[in-house]
């Protein structure tokens, strides 16, 4: 993945923004004290500078996880037209995934080695605030 800036407006829920040790996924816009700023799915803040935000520009898909039959969800590489939906891992390699969209998808990938693999950091089925 590589970083860009973007105007603030124009990011999308679900978009990678990069945090201590790799990337998160953002959440919600919101306006506080005139001060405008992207939540991210762990409840951190993320403002913007001069109306621009750094973003990751993604290698995998961010609005869609592959789930396995064994219910562990997997990020997901870009679709090829004409075959079936491959998952990051070496894990999911093979596997028939069910694909379930989403507008924060990332943020429910279950799989260690896809997250790892992509960098997403935060904690998976918890909250935590990260202080900011």
Partial sequence: MQITRLPITEITRGSLAPSDG????????????????????????????????AVYVPTVRIHAYGQDRNGKRHALLPQVEKETP?????DSQGEELAVWESGTALAGVTCGGCRLSIGLVGTYGKRESNGI
């Fill in 86 to 90: 491959r998952g990051v891992c070496a």
């Fill in 22 to 53: 790799g990337a998160v996924v953002l959440g919600t816009l919101s306006n506080r004290d005139g001060r405008v700023f992207w939540y991210d799915t762990d409840g951190g803040r993320h403002y913007e500078t001069g109306g621009m935000l």
